[in-house]
């Protein structure tokens, strides 16, 4: 469906396409991202455990919100990787550079939850 089409689209029917679009993204996400699958491999055992070790709502909200951005700036990172690969297929420093940024952020994502996790685990 292009953009077009899916701007026509109101109410509950534009709701359940995003939806299903979203679905689609995860689903990308896990099949060609291994990344991304070691990561929600990390959220299984780690958002339980946040729930289980968090003394109050606002600490189980960061150990849990913290392990959820890791997975959406992965899933960002990879969505920048693709177009990147499909706009320049051969070595540019912008595409170099555009990668090594996204790759950049998922490292901070991760230093931040390690951060997170331990000034709630042990302050």
């Known amino acids: 469906m292009s ?3 899916f ?3 109101k109410g509950l029917r534009r709701l359940w396409n995003a939806f299903g679009y979203s679905r689609d993204g995860l689903a990308a996400a896990w099949r060609n991202e291994a ?3 070691e990561e929600t491999l990390l959220a299984a055992v780690a958002l339980p455990l946040g729930l289980y070790l968090g003394s109050s709502g606002i ?3 960061l150990l849990i919100g913290s392990i959820l951005l890791i997975l959406i ?3 960002l990172n990879s969505a920048l990787e693709a177009v990147v690969d499909k706009a320049s297929p051969e070595k540019h420093e912008l595409a170099k550079r555009a990668k090594d940024m996204g790759s950049a952020a998922v490292l901070l994502s991760l230093l931040n939850a390690a951060a997170v ?3 709630v685990l042990w302050p």
């Open 117 to 119: 996790w331990a000034c």
């Open 3 to 5: 953009g077009a089409e």
């Open 35 to 37: 990344a991304f699958r």
């Open 7 to 9: 701007k026509g689209k």
């Open 59 to 61: 600490e189980r909200a």
């Open 73 to 75: 700036v992965e899933i």
